[in-house]
């Protein structure tokens, strides 16, 4: 998996989520905050609370709007104004964030599609337990990681970890796999 870069200078913050709205639109895809909020928390460029500060800037300066979906509920899309900008300051953004950022929605809007989860459980076994973590798709394991212990403890701490990063702890894995990695272990 690709090291992330992290994002803290609000200006950049901003550009960012205009170029994350400018893919939605290319992509044809209505985004409510919770969903902004899980993929901003899933690519992990930028930290929650930055986010929401350049978020609501971006609503009062008028570069994003909001709207009623078909079927109620509040819906957000780049403006005229956000698209000028990013049109004219995509390059502003290091081109990493640029290519993860389109990986990431990509993958995101896959597994929203076809409802993939993230799933772990913890099962007895012989004289110990074992948890199993996976990203599941259609009923099916995609990619799957066990680990058997005699400490339950150790496990439901390992547990609370997956449910906080699965997305990450997952990725690395296949990362991992494949040798698709760019940092030592």
């Not at 209505?30 to 500060?53: C, K, P, Q, R």
Request: charged share 30%.
């Amino acid at each position: 998996m690709p090291r992330r870069t992290r994002i803290t200078d609000k200006n950049e913050i901003k550009l960012y989520l205009l170029y994350l709205f400018r893919l939605f639109e290319k992509q044809g895809m209505e985004v409510d905050f919770d969903t902004l909020s899980e993929i901003i928390m899933w690519e992990g460029a930028v930290n929650h609370f930055d986010f929401s500060d350049a978020f609501s800037e971006l609503l009062d300066s008028g570069s994003i709007a909001s709207y009623e979906g078909e079927k109620g509920g509040e819906f957000y899309i780049i403006s005229e104004k956000g698209t000028i900008i990013i049109d004219n300051m995509a390059d502003v953004l290091l081109a990493d964030v640029r290519d993860n950022t389109m990986r990431s929605l990509m993958r995101f809007a896959s597994y929203k599609r076809d409802g993939s989860v993230y799933t772990n459980k913890i099962t007895e076994e012989g004289s110990g337990w074992r948890i199993k973590c996976a990203l599941t798709s259609k009923g099916k394991d995609i990619v799957s990681l066990s680990i058997y212990s005699d400490n339950k403890q150790y496990l439901e701490k390992i547990s609370i970890r997956f449910s906080e990063n699965a997305e990450k702890i997952i990725s690395s894995t296949v990362g991992i796999a494949t040798g698709d990695v760019d940092f030592l272990l």
